[in-house]
T-cell receptor
């Protein structure tokens, strides 16, 4: 069964460093999303991406964040200068033709720890 | 801004019991998702619904758009159903993509 994959599973970085979290969505999906979950808190929407551009972003997704689809398979989230409060689990998700009105398939997540 | 509330926050039940988890939201939505999150953190989509009722195996999800309320039911519960169950709504405002998540219901099914 097709699945969303994410790498790495765990990333440890120093405050101020740049990190890139990688996702491979399901191959025929067109809509891609990033969410984050700070430990013990609820999942929060960061950004959605369609047709090679950001479709919507939340207040959390400030200038420190960027997303890219560098090739036909990967979807990346870059945090330019990490802060302690960026420590969280980051989930990538994808959905098909109907976009947000369709079931979203989630990756296993990347746990980001900022020291 | 939509607020999504779930109840109960925690639920412990015996194997075989019928489980109900409730979700209410404050503004109109175009779709509601029920998700399952296991202790390792992974999230699995269970249902997406915008009206009526859906059933998958022992899981049933219902939604009442007028009352802004949805329920997730588990019949003949089993210890492997132990997980956090999360509802998330998609606002019906134009162009909205982002889901608003509830805090989750932590379910433990004891053998």
């Amino acid at each position: 069964e097709p699945e969303v994959t994410q790498t790495p599973s765990h990333q440890v970085t120093q405050m101020g460093q740049e990190v890139i979290l990688r996702c491979v969505p399901i191959s025929n999906h067109l809509y891609f999303y990033w969410y984050r979950q700070i430990l013990g808190q609820k999942v929060e929407f960061l950004v959605s991406f369609y047709n090679n551009e950001i479709s919507e972003k939340s207040e959390i997704f400030d200038d420190q964040f960027s997303v890219e689809r560098p090739d036909g398979s990967n979807f990346t989230l870059k945090i330019r200068s990490t802060k302690l409060e960026d420590s969280a689990m980051y989930f990538c998700a994808s959905s098909g033709l109907a976009g947000v009105l369709e079931e979203q398939f989630f990756g296993p997540g990347t746990r980001l720890t900022v020291l | 801004k939509n607020e999504v509330e779930q109840s109960p926050q925690n639920l412990t039940a015996q194997e075989g019991e019928f489980i109900t988890i409730n979700c209410s939201y404050s503004v109109g939505i175009s779709a509601l998702h029920w998700l399952q999150q296991h202790p390792g953190g992974g999230i699995v989509s269970l249902f997406m619904l915008s009206s009526g009722k859906k059933k998958h195996g022992r899981l049933i999800a219902t939604i009442n758009i007028q009352e802004k309320h949805s329920s997730l039911h588990i019949t003949a519960s089993h210890p492997r159903d132990s997980a956090v169950y999360i509802c998330a709504g998609l606002d019906s405002g134009g162009g909205a993509d982002g889901l608003t998540f509830g805090k989750g219901t932590h379910l433990i099914i004891q053998p």
